[in-house]
């Protein structure tokens, strides 16, 4: 079991960065691999980037690939979602999601995938 809270949301302009943070407490954070999704009103949540357990295989949504960096923190049981050329598109809630936490190879990329949720922050996006 794991339980996964988020932090850094906040209202920027469109240009600037953000830096989102997702702590874990439990068991064997370093087992899981990890991710994060965005839902914006009313539209479904979808996928934005992903990592495998190390951190050493990263996969991003085309929408935010050269502008978004996901990372891993085994030791401070983090992850982070490094967010640059923020763009009124980008608003929505960011949710941080953790696997079955099997030290798999491959990045997890789909909802179903997941185990565990956070309750998510508002990231919002002025023009």
């Known amino acids: 079991q794991v339980q996964l809270v988020e932090s850094g949301g906040r209202l920027v302009q469109a240009g600037a960065s953000l830096r989102l943070s997702c702590a874990a407490s439990g068991r064997a954070f370093r087992s899981y691999g990890m991710g994060w999704f965005r839902q914006a009103i009313g539209k479904e949540r979808e996928f934005v980037a992903g990592l495998n357990w190390s951190g050493g295989s990263l996969y991003y949504a085309d929408s935010v690939k050269g502008r978004f960096t996901i990372s891993k923190d085994n030791d401070l049981n983090t992850m982070t979602l490094q967010m640059n050329n923020l763009k009124p598109g980008d608003t929505a809630v960011y949710y941080c999601?953790?696997?079955?936490?099997?030290?798999?190879?491959?990045?997890?990329?789909?909802?179903?995938?997941?185990?565990?949720w956070g309750q998510g922050t508002q990231v919002t996006v002025s023009s």
């Open positions: 999601a953790a696997d079955r936490g099997l030290y798999e190879s491959r990045v997890p990329w789909r909802e179903y995938e997941y185990v565990y």
